[in-house]
């Protein structure tokens, strides 16, 4: 299928195939071609494969969890250039509504925060794993930059009736998502 006044393509390939990507500016039913589940998705690449979320992202959030449990490191830009050398993080994928926030918090916890680490990945991973694939172009909000609100929510314990931590959780997402807009 080529692309028409409908659809555009990313600069990244097929994961099976390598053929480029395309986003149609309509769900439609796909089949995952590796769990064979099926979606509602407005990604698939030209010959037609299409990936869910959920195995697109399984590999890398292993590498993500089991890097950011054991890593020393502090700052959390550092543990973001690591990551992303690893094969199994991909340019565009869910992943990165994961990584973000895990990065957050493993250089809050190594720079001193009171934080059981463990916890705070699993719960990282819940939330930022519901952010579907396609939200920064399509929800007007990149998964990334919402992840670093929900570090803020995870480390402050903030819940939707708090008071200052919720503030600081939007206040955080906000700066996030303004940088990402300027890119």
Sequence with gaps: MKASDNTSHTPSGCLICGAPLVYTRQMEPVECVLCHGHFLSNARCENGHYICDSCHEKDALQVIYSFCLHTKQK?????????????????????????????????????????????????????????????????????????????????????????????????????????????
């Design 75 to 183: 700052n959390p830009v550092s543990i973001l250039q690591e990551l992303i050398r690893f094969p199994q993080i991909h340019m565009h994928g869910p992943e990165h509504h994961v990584m973000v926030g895990m990065a957050l918090l493993t250089a809050y916890k190594n720079s001193g925060g009171e934080l059981d680490l463990k916890k705070a990945l699993v719960e990282m991973n819940s939330r930022g794993s519901s952010v579907p694939g396609g939200a920064c172009g399509f929800w007007g909000a990149c998964g990334a930059g919402i992840s670093t609100g929900m570090f803020i929510s995870i480390v402050t314990g903030s819940t939707p009736l708090g008071k200052e931590n919720f503030g600081l959780s939007h206040k955080m997402t906000a700066s996030a998502l303004g940088a990402i807009g300027e890119i």
